[in-house]
């Protein structure tokens, strides 16, 4: 990843910036391609939040998608995205809300699950300020594989690491993840058969 060191930089605490900063790395990990969680998608927050998505779900927001014409519109979804974008996202609580203090999570779905609660969009807000420091590739790269692409929401998913579902998620079929711990019993019940 693109400068690593830059993960829970906003986080006070030196002892829980380490631990955040094990915990993505862990997430990003098994989440990468062949890895045990491949084909999952994760939503960052904070710890409160996530309470509240593990008994309510993900609520829509304002988020940016192309129309049938491939132009902007605005429209109501759920942000997804790779670990480390999530990440960033979740760090962001700490930002807006100036609490370096603030505990942070990520929840996370199979991609399979969160089908069902709408389709899958290009999200536009990400393309317009890519997270290039929570990328792969430099930026360069990053928008010579966008360019390159159909410009489709797999392609956005690929290049930027994000991606929207249009509709709410429901909380049944999300994992809500806020330390290494917690990835490692997310990949043991992964590896076992569904109900």
């Known amino acids: 990843m693109a400068d690593d060191g830059r993960i829970g930089e906003l986080i006070g605490d030196e002892g829980r910036r380490r631990d955040w900063r094990a915990f993505v790395a862990a997430l990003h990990e098994v989440a990468s391609p062949g890895g045990p969680l491949e084909g999952w998608l994760f ?3 904070c710890a409160g939040c996530a309470g509240l ?8 927001t304002d988020c940016l998608v192309p129309d049938a014409d491939g132009a902007w519109t605005w429209d109501q979804g759920t942000h997804w995205g790779t670990p480390k974008v999530a990440a960033f996202y979740a760090e962001d609580r700490i930002e807006s809300r100036d609490d370096p203090g603030l505990e942070l999570a990520i929840v996370a779905a199979r991609v399979s699950d969160l089908v069902p609660c709408g389709p899958f969009a290009t999200d536009g807000q990400t393309i317009d300020c890519p997270l290039y420091t929570r990328l792969e ?9 966008w360019e390159a692409s159909d410009k489709g929401w797999e392609a956005c998913l690929d290049a930027f690491g994000t991606v929207v579902v249009l509709g709410p998620v429901g909380p049944w079929d999300l ?21």
């Open 43 to 45: 939503h960052g927050t």
């Open 53 to 60: 998505i593990a008994d309510e779900g993900v609520t829509t």
């Open 137 to 145: 590739r430099p930026a360069v790269g990053t928008d010579a594989c």
């Open 175 to 195: 994992e809500v993840l806020r330390c290494a711990g917690d990835v490692e019993a997310l990949v043991a019940a992964a590896s076992l058969p569904r109900p």
